[in-house]
């Protein structure tokens, strides 16, 4: 639930609200907005909700106290109306500026990590990609260079100031992946790990959730919410592509949950059009739609010899094609800014 305190509540009167709250063995969310302090209010009230609402609505300063209909309530825009920007060594991600993610699908080497990375920084990138542990369908496919993976990431950061990204797979490797890393990322097939996703919501680094194959919004922002009340507030979300019956792409982008997220949700959301295409010639025209729907960022994998890659070879680009797509997702973030996430849409 939500509690609105009036107008000029004083400071006693808020914290008043927030020690009844935790007396009910809740968790307070305070928000400050211009005008007034709105106290979010989560946990399992379950058969006390009337009891708690009325005694919460009788003390002094409140307002009102209304329930957040949203099952996600950390994760809501009506707990949290502002959007959240995630900074990443200095790095908005959020703030209406464009995120560009880019890099390997795979670490291979030193070499292949560097020569993507300095082409990621001249085509004006502002995060680093690249995955160590790497979740394979076969298990006879690489399975990434692992920790010394994480140690290349880390000296590609040093050599072009890039923060980077890298998926962890398991609870116990997030200590690890969070020693190197300054993005977590959650990959599709661990959606749903709870375990996982209580992990690095411990973890004092942002968390980049992408969609489960086939999961709704709303399981994806449980998803989500998980992370946020094990409390990192870090998180931003990756549309990547679901599984529909259409063979001809790898996976159906789903654009449309773009502007429903931003409608729902306070937090940034980034489109991969590599993983939802497996095709490098469309994701071109779909990392352009990605923003042109309004998302905050891209995210797509670059080989400097894709027919090579030791993994996603055929929907990687190559450094030439990042460096000619990346000013082209520019000049539509340019065109479509504040357009696309104008909240006047969701009327
Ligand atoms: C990846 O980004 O490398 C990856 C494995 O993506 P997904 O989890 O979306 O398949
Ligand atoms: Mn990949």
Redesign the pocket.
Known sequence: MLVAMSVGATEEEIEDVKAHIAAEGLTAHESRGMERVVIGVVGDVGGRKERVMGRLSALPGVDSVTPISRPFKLASRELHPNDTIVRVMGTPIGDGSLTLMAGP?SVESREQLFETADAVLAAGGTVL?G?AF??RTSPYSFQGLGVEGLRYLAEARERTGLPVIT?VMEPTDVPVVAEYADIL?V???NMQNFPLLTAVGRARKPVML?RGLAATLEEWLMSAEYILSSGNPDVIL?E?GIRTFDTWSRNTLDLTAVPLLHHATHLPVIV?PS?ATGKRWLVRPMALAGVAAGADGI?VEVHPRPDEALS?GEQSLTLEQLTTLAPMLRAVHEGVRGLAKDPLLAR
């Open positions: 699908c990609r995955g790497k979740p998926e990322q990959g599709t097939r992408k990756c990547r991969d993983h995210m996603d």
